[in-house]
């Protein structure tokens, strides 16, 4: 026993001895590591003073050091980024719905801008400008070498008034003018109709409206149609739709699920991670749901149709999203500026990470472009039935009742082929939603 307890402790003193030699080398490192810091800064403070005092031109010291920090934030990511106490009331603006400009979301990518989409019905929805396109100037000044804000900051200007950009664009072999009339952006987060007895729900951002416009447009929409009986499906467009809010995304999928996790992020240490988790209750009460997805669904927007796809709660449709898969948190800072860094990944139910691969649909399909052609509407015939030569018998297999609801069967296609041509990809998701309602519900 005496030599058990000899050796227990030995061991103990020699962890000792192996902790202390060990910590030497550590602590020096650390100190290093600060002095270079210190060194560092110092190196700041010295080139601070030169630019104060020798610059060809007087600067505005507070202009310099915010500079400073935002460049400092800016080569983390292309999300982190300082906000000044304009900027950031600006922010909060945005959040609440309503602010003015041209009516994007933009990145930037290769030193120019990019534009993540244009939200609708807003000056630049209006212009044709579409997510991918790459902003080059400014009113004939180049972009290339300005942080994100700044550009942001040149795209600025009072309600009313013209601004010229350049856009270069994948499928056009020339760079090109588009002239917007900036205007005050006002936000609708979410328009509902129906289409035959599909409910459309159209997000087009996620802030503090999202989630109560979603809940009384859907129960609008189904009171109008008489009760859930009467609806087929729910198609959940997200397209260009470039995030928002996380709460608003996570509500939003938890609208549609009943159990099970939405989203979990993860950041630089394990125990800041976070889960959330979707609660009792389906709005949709288990009707097929079809999500809508482009390459300007970016943030929140993938959050849910990831959340509802790893669920197989629905199916996604459309092309690959754009692939935003980091957190940015908005810290307050002194004298009302405010921080944007990026904070942590989020990740979806099945622990996959979005980031810069983006949602890929269940369904591939690409949104065709519109080209009018006025001389095939012209020379198509007019097309002629039986029911049209003259003297033609009548049907008489068939009651006047049975006779009107072939004829309003018919109104329907034809309603559907008109909305294929105008938006092939919804038309798409509606048409799925059909063949599953004719199928039937599944036998439990």
Not at 367 to 386: G, H, K, L, M
């Amino acid at each position: 026993m005496k030599k058990f307890v000899m050796a227990a402790v030995g061991g103990t003193l020699a962890g000792i001895v192996a902790t202390t030699q060990l910590a030497g080398p550590l602590l020096a490192q650390e100190e290093r590591s600060s002095g270079n810091v210190y060194e560092q800064l110092d190196l700041f403070g010295d080139i601070f003073e030169r630019i104060r005092a020798q610059y060809v031109e007087e600067v505005d010291e507070g202009e310099l050091i915010e500079a400073a920090i935002n460049g400092m934030l800016t080569s983390l990511d292309p999300h982190s980024s300082y906000l000044s106490p304009d900027d950031a009331a600006d922010m909060r603006v945005q959040t609440r719905g309503e602010f003015g400009g041209l009516g994007i979301e933009v990145t930037q990518e290769e030193g120019f801008i990019k534009v993540v989409s244009p939200i609708d019905d807003t000056p630049a929805d209006a212009a044709g400008i579409e997510a991918g396109d790459f902003i080059t100037h400014v009113d004939g000044e180049s972009v290339l070498g300005l942080t994100l804000d700044e550009a942001v900051e040149m795209m600025r200007g009072p309600v009313g008034s013209e601004i010229i950009i350049t856009v270069v664009r994948e499928d056009q072999p020339e760079p090109f003018d588009v002239s917007i009339i900036r205007d005050t952006i006002t936000l609708t987060a979410v328009r509902t109709r129906t289409e035959g007895e599909t409910v459309v729900l159209r997000v087009t951002t996620f802030n503090d409206q999202t989630t109560p416009n979603l809940e009384e447009g859907l129960a609008e929409e189904i009171a109008a149609a008489g009760g859930l009986e009467n609806v087929n499906g729910i198609v959940l467009d997200l397209r260009n739709n470039p995030g928002g809010l996380l709460t608003q995304a996570i509500r939003v999928s938890d609208a549609f699920l009943e159990k099970g996790e939405i989203v979990s992020t993860r950041g630089r240490n394990p125990e800041d991670g976070e889960r959330y988790n979707a609660t009792p209750g389906d709005l949709a009460e288990g009707k097929p749901l079809v999500v809508l997805i482009n390459g300007g669904s970016a943030s929140a927007s993938e959050i849910v149709a990831g959340a509802l796809q790893d669920h197989r709660r629905a199916i996604v449709v459309g092309t690959k999203s754009f692939g935003k898969g980091s957190v940015q948190t908005v810290m307050p800072l002194r004298g009302d500026g405010a921080m944007r860094l990026t904070t942590a990944r989020y990740y979806t139910p099945s622990g996959r990470s979005i980031q810069a691969l983006g949602v890929s649909p269940d369904i591939v399909v690409e949104q065709p472009r519109r080209v009018a052609n006025e001389e095939d509407e012209e020379t198509t015939p007019n097309s002629r039935s039986e029911a049209d030569l003259r003297g033609s018998l009548d049907n008489d297999s068939l009651s006047e009742d049975e006779i009107e609801q072939i004829e309003a069967d018919r109104a329907k296609a034809e309603a559907a082929a008109a909305l294929r041509e105008e938006d092939y990809q919804l038309a798409y998701a509606i048409d799925i939603l059909k063949g599953l309602s004719a199928l039937g519900p599944k036998d439990e």
